[in-house]
T-cell receptor
Framework: AQTVTQSQPEMSVQEAETVTLSCTYD???????LFWYKQPPSRQMILVIR??????QNATENRFSVNFQKAAKSFSLKISDSQLGDAAMYFC?????????????????FGKGTSLLVTP | NAGVTQTPKFQVLKTGQSMTLQCAQD?????MSWYRQDPGMGLRLIHY???????DQGEVPNGYNVSRSTTEDFPLRLLSAAPSQTSVYFC?????????????FGPGTRLLVL
């Protein structure tokens, strides 16, 4: 299984500031998908943003954007104009796109998460 | 359209007891899976299914059984609960065909084994 590493167990940001969460992954595949999920205290897993590896353009969703560096196998999440509601656990996840693999290709491989604290 | 539902929300078991965690979806997704979430470990895949009658093991399958008799339901069975199975369990579903890449998660079931 591919390894996803989030090297920052905890991060802190002030309201209205910008914060970047890091994610690196290990794969030999050329085509895959990367995701950032947000988990607030309610524990609901919420998809924040996704990136398709064959697309060079970085994905953006409102205040959330990614910096996808395929050669470096890096996929960082930038949160602009941070809000109190952004406080949560953030998980980076990898999914293969190789449909010729055994059945498990569709499974998500998660990092261990980064806890984001937003201070007023 | 309820999406992905999980029952119960919270359960306390004694060691050795059995129980079934329920997961249901109304989106006609082929793919359904179970994850467990433990502190500092992220989410780890237990079992998954790509359609009725087709299941396979994930990263941490020991102590759990699954079956998939319908598209809508994917129950997770603990035959003899152990304290090491204390965790939060998530069901996730996805539409494999048709280019839909997003997987949808249920609200989770918190399990405490004493």
């Amino acid at each position: 299984a591919q390894t996803v590493t989030q090297s920052q167990p905890e991060m802190s940001v002030q309201e209205a500031e910008t914060v970047t969460l890091s994610c690196t992954y290990d794969t030999s595949e050329s085509d895959y998908y990367l995701f950032w999920y947000k988990q607030p205290p309610s524990r609901q897993m919420i998809l924040v943003i996704r990136q398709e590896a064959y697309k060079q353009q970085n994905a953006t969703e409102n205040r959330f954007s990614v910096n996808f560096q395929k050669a470096a196998k890096s996929f960082s999440l930038k949160i602009s104009d941070s809000q109190l509601g952004d406080a949560a656990m953030y998980f980076c996840a990898y999914r293969s796109a190789d449909v010729t693999l055994p059945l498990g290709w569709y499974a998500l491989n998660f990092g261990k998460g980064t806890s984001l604290l937003v201070t007023p | 359209n309820a999406g992905v539902t999980q029952t119960p929300k919270f359960q306390v078991l004694k060691t050795g007891q059995s129980m079934t965690l329920q997961c249901a979806q109304d989106m006609n997704h082929e793919y359904m899976s179970w994850y467990r979430q433990d502190p500092g470990m992220g989410l780890r895949l237990i079992h998954y299914s790509v359609g009725a009658g087709i299941t396979d093991q994930g990263e941490v399958p020991n102590g759990y059984n699954v079956s998939r008799s319908t598209t809508e339901d994917f129950p997770l069975r603990l035959l003899s609960a152990a304290p090491s199975q204390t965790s939060v369990y998530f069901c996730a579903t996805g539409l494999v065909s048709g280019g839909e890449e997003t997987q949808y998660f249920g609200p989770g079931t918190r399990l405490l084994v004493l």
